[in-house]
């Protein structure tokens, strides 16, 4: 249920470097990139937002999204294209 680049390069990632406020771009030891997009959501939230979530995961992130520990939404995605 994670993306692909993240299996690989479990554990060996070099770097990661801010790109914009809310955008990161995490760089593996062997080329691959990941870029991450958070977002701030509120503490409760409903099922329609939570779908909402999914549907732009769908369409942008090949499903792939996270929840952080302050309940922030994180998109995952290899695709450098914003």
């Not at 990632?13 to 995490?26: C, I, N, T």
């Amino acid at each position: 249920m994670i993306p692909e680049v993240i299996k690989k390069n479990y554990g060996r990632w070099k770097y990661h470097e801010s790109l914009k406020p809310g955008v990161l771009r995490h760089v593996a030891e062997s080329g691959d990139e990941l870029y991450t997009v958070r977002v701030g959501s509120p503490r409760l939230v409903s099922v329609d937002f939570i779908r909402d979530l999914c549907d732009i995961a769908d369409q942008y992130c090949d499903g792939h999204l996270r929840f952080t520990s302050r309940y922030n939404v994180e998109f995952l995605t290899p695709k450098k294209a914003m």
